[in-house]
């Protein structure tokens, strides 16, 4: 099923919350747990600066750059969704299509209104009496929740503090300050409509504790600031509301939970099932103490751990494994690489001055996430490299030889076809790439502590036919989608490109949408099959990868567990 004929039946199951429009998910992002709010662009060169969720019709390569940027992408529904999503998932950005359509350059989203209630024989059903159109504006701030397939919009009057706020969590993200947030309150406490603020704030802070990181003694800090500051005949009504939020979020923590011990129970390498362990058990805390202050009935993560700590004492006696290694172990073809180590660009931080600059700018409150990555990437593309230093002599080594080579920086964009004179430049560029808003935003909504890039230097290929694929649970049957195009992966982005579902059983794909590649013929699909089965069992979850054909060999560019 297309992701649009998905939405339909969304549509059909009833309508969303005020201002809320339904949307279907085409990819998840980095940090999938929390939606993203920013202002709305349709201008390319302004999305490309950072900070904004960038609206599409017709995406393609000249909106790499845009996209990679973006906080969030809106595309219009039609064929070309299908690229946006493939160039979206690409750079772990967020992105939805809503119902809708384009309209003298806006795109407007449909509202269906719903008539009441009927019976037939087995159900009861709502038919859609009319359809209501939205536009979304330039400038205007839009939340886009991938996760749960939603966008939305706001009345004019609260735009300006749906922003502020979007700006103090954003910054609790990257701080974990909670008196921060407290105090920022107080100074807002006496506002029109202040407790719908309120109410937000404490959502949204609800959310982080129960799914990326936040600490509940914030969130009773905050909770309580908020309804001190209200009329003591409204702090009855604000106490119910707050509480019912923070348990619908404290639900989806544990729904996340289960998903993760589910991983944890499937994780065959002894890297995802530390990674797996520990993110286990701090997701147990962080529920611990918002179902306790909750007086809620708290998750056990006792039984999940100690079968970890077993199945890690027996994968401690033998040789590690990396998901390359769980690729190739399946089929697939060995490319050779090289890597500037993340140590080396450690040292070159510290020897230039550049690192405690860039903790503090990570660090500085006050600076909106686009200007922290502006200001980082301008000082790395001021910077020079000294060809005697560790990163120098690493980059000499990994890049060698004649021919072109690929540069690639785990969350963020690969740099490909570049000669040998252009090294230390796309070294820089790659660099400044880890710091690009969507890959640092990325990081601090998820609570993940800031650290060097590992740089990887490959010689390009000249494949048949390359492409990406995304995996559900390895437990679930549901096939595995699949957007492939002939040549380079950068056709996936100018050339024509198909959209696939593979069945990860048979090793069969199935054509959705788009134009067929001849290279990916069914050995092709068998041996990828193969490989993203090998992938999914590796991190015990589902799986994206991208990967290339050449000459029947298949070969895995990149790999890393699905959102």
């Keep these: 099923m297309s992701p649009l004929s998905a939405l339909a039946l969304l549509v059909l199951a009833g309508p969303a919350a005020p201002e809320t429009f339904r949307a279907a998910p085409l990819s998840a992002g980095i940090a999938a747990a929390q939606p993203v709010t920013a202002p709305a662009t349709y201008d390319r060169r302004k999305a490309a600066g950072g900070g904004f969720v960038l609206v599409l019709r017709d995406p393609g390569v000249s909106d790499d750059e845009a996209i990679r940027m973006s906080e969030a992408v809106v595309l219009a529904p039609g064929p070309a969704a299908s690229r946006g999503a493939a160039l979206a998932r690409s750079h772990g ?34 038919a859609v009496t009319r359809v209501e159109r939205w536009p979304i504006e330039e400038g205007e701030p839009v939340t886009v929740d991938a996760a749960s397939g939603l966008v939305a919009l706001y009345a004019a009057q ?3 503090g749906v922003l502020e706020l979007a700006q ?44 990326s990181g936040g600490r509940a003694a914030d969130y009773f800090a905050v909770e ?33 939970l289960a998903a993760l011990e589910t991983a944890l129970r499937r994780a065959s390498s002894q890297a995802a099932l530390e ?46 494994l990396t ?18 180590p993340a140590e080396a660009c450690s040292e070159f931080l510290y020897a230039s001055g550049l690192g405690a600059r860039i903790s503090d700018i990570v660090a500085d409150a006050s600076l909106p996430l686009p200007l922290k990555s502006s200001r980082i990437r301008a000082l790395l593309a001021a910077a020079r490299l000294d060809p005697g230093s560790p990163a120098g002599r690493a980059l000499e080594a990994a890049s060698s030889g004649s021919g072109l080579f690929d540069f690639e920086v785990e969350g963020a964009a690969v740099r490909s076809g570049v000669a040998k004179a252009g090294a230390v430049k796309a070294l820089l560029e790659s660099w400044a790439d880890y710091w690009s808003p969507g890959p640092l935003g990325a990081r601090l909504r998820a609570g ?7 740089v990887k230097v490959s010689p390009t290929l000249s494949p048949q036919v390359s492409g990406i694929v995304y995996t559900g649970d390895p437990a679930t049957p549901s096939p595995a989608e699949v957007f492939a195009a002939r040549g380079p992966i950068e056709a996936l982005w100018t050339g024509p490109l198909g959209e696939y579902r593979l069945d990860l059983a048979s090793g069969r794909a199935r054509l959705v949408s788009g134009d067929p590649a001849p290279a990916f013929d069914a050995p092709a699909q068998a041996r990828l099959a193969r490989t993203v089965r090998s992938l999914g069992d590796f991190f015990g979850t589902g799986a994206s990868a991208s990967f290339a054909f050449q000459d029947g060999a298949l070969y895995v560019l990149d790999a890393r567990p699905a959102p």
């Design 275 to 320: 990674r797996l362990r520990a993110r286990v058990l701090d997701s147990c805390g962080r529920l611990d103490g918002l179902a306790s202050g909750l007086r809620l009935p708290a998750p056990s993560c006792r039984a999940a751990s100690a079968q970890a700590r077993a199945r890690l004492a027996a994968l401690a006696a033998k040789p590690p």
């Design 158 to 160: 609260r735009r300006g």
């Design 224 to 256: 309580a600031a908020v309804e001190s500051s209200l009329a003591r005949a409204r702090r009855p009504t604000f106490s119910r509301a707050a509480g019912a939020a923070a348990a619908a979020r404290l639900r989806k923590g544990e729904a996340a």
């Design 168 to 211: 103090a969590l954003q910054a609790y993200d990257g701080l974990r300050d909670g008196q921060a947030l407290v105090q920022w309150w107080q100074a807002r406490a006496g506002q029109a409509a202040a407790e719908k603020l309120g109410l937000r704030l404490v959502e949204g802070l609800a959310g982080r504790v129960a799914l």
């Design 448 to 454: 993940a502590r800031e650290a060097a890039p590992q």
């Design 323 to 340: 998901w390359r290694g769980a690729a190739w172990s399946a089929g697939a073809a060995k490319r050779p690489s090289s890597v500037v």
């Design 93 to 126: 950005v967020p992105a939805v299509a809503p119902l809708g359509r384009w309209e003298a350059g806006r795109l407007l989203l449909d509202e269906p209104v719903f008539g009441p209630p009927r019976r037939s024989a087995d159900f009861t059903f709502q």
